[in-house]
C-alpha cells in the first residue's frame, strides 16, 4: 500500500516506519522535528529509516512539514497521492510541558489535526488511523480502563487536545463517511524512546550515579507498553479498514463505535506494573542500584492505569505481550549502543 505517515521522526513513528518498510509498503513520512527534544536524536532515527527503506528496496520519501501549516500539508497530498492510508502519530506529547506551553498543543494537536482530517477527506483517504492517548481517562478511577466509559473529565491540556482529536474525527467520520481509527495508547517504552520519558531519564541517571525523581513516592502503577507491539497494533488496525457499528444505540450510545465508520481502541500491555518495580527492571538491566528521591504527586499525573485491551483483540487478533523486564533490557542495551556507555 501507499501510506502517509506522519511524525515518522518521532519515537513511535520510527518504529512503525521500519514494519512498514519490512512489508514492502510505500510511504512519505511526514515530520517538523522540532526542538522538543534532542532533534538530533529524530535525526538519527531518519537517517536509519533511510537505511532501512534502501535495504528493503521499497518507495520511500520525507518531507519536512509542519502540519499546522495548511498549504504545505495540501501541496504534499496532491503531489503524493493518492494515499490508501494515513497514519497520524505527529503531535505535541508531553504531559507536564502542556501546563507550560499550552498554544504548542493547540497549533499541533488540533489546528495539524484539522488540516490531516481536511486533506483526507478532500484526496478520498481509505483509512484515517491516529494516535490519542490513555491519558483521556483523566479523573477515571474504574479499572480496567475501557474505551466504552465516557471520558470527560482530563487532568491536562494534552489530555484535552487528544480528546479533542477523537471527537473531531467522529464529526468527519458521521459527515463524510471517512474511516477512522484513535487508539489510547499505554505508557509506550523501548529503544529510541523519548529522552523525556521515565526509561530513558532513569536509565540515564542511574548510569551516571545520580538521584532519580520518583512521584508519588514511586507508587504509581502504570500499564508498561513494549515499542513493538504498539507499532504491530498500529499497522494492523491500519490495515483493518473502521465500519459502521450495526448494533449501536443512539438511546444508549456507545463511546468507542458509532453508526458512522468510527471507533476507538486501547493499545495496553494489560499487566499493571508498579513504578518501584520498574525501577527495579532498570536496576537489572543496568546491573546498579538506583538512588532514590521520593516526591509527591504532581499536578495532572493520573496515579494508575490499566488497559482493557478486549476491543483490540475482537478487532484485530492482537494482544501486546512484552514483559517489561524483557522490554526494559532491549531498551538498556540500545541505550548503551547508542551512547557509548
Known sequence: MRILLTGNAGFIGFHVAKMLFARGDSVVGVDVVNDYYSPELKMARLRLLEETA????VDYRFRRIDLANGAELKTCFAEERPFDRVIHLAAQAGVRYSLENPDAYVQSNIV???NILENCRHHGVGHLTYASTS????ANTKMPFSEHDGVNHPLQFYAATKRANELMAHSYSHLFRLPTSGLRFFTVYGPWGRPDMALFLFTRNILAGLPIQLFNNGEHVR???YIDDIAEGIVRVSDNVAAPDPD???DAPD??????PFRILNIGNSTPVRLLDYVEAIEAAVGKKSIRKLLPLQPGDVPNTLADVTGLTKAVG??????VRVGVDHFVRWYRSYFGE
Open 318 to 323: 492482537f494482544l501486546p505481550r512484552t514483559p
Open 255 to 260: 463511546a468507542a463505535t458509532s453508526n458512522a
Open 223 to 225: 500499564d508498561f507498553t
Open 112 to 114: 495539524g489535526f484539522t
Open 248 to 250: 449501536w444505540n443512539s
Open 135 to 138: 491519558s483521556v481517562y483523566g
Open 54 to 57: 534502501k535495504k528493503f528496496g
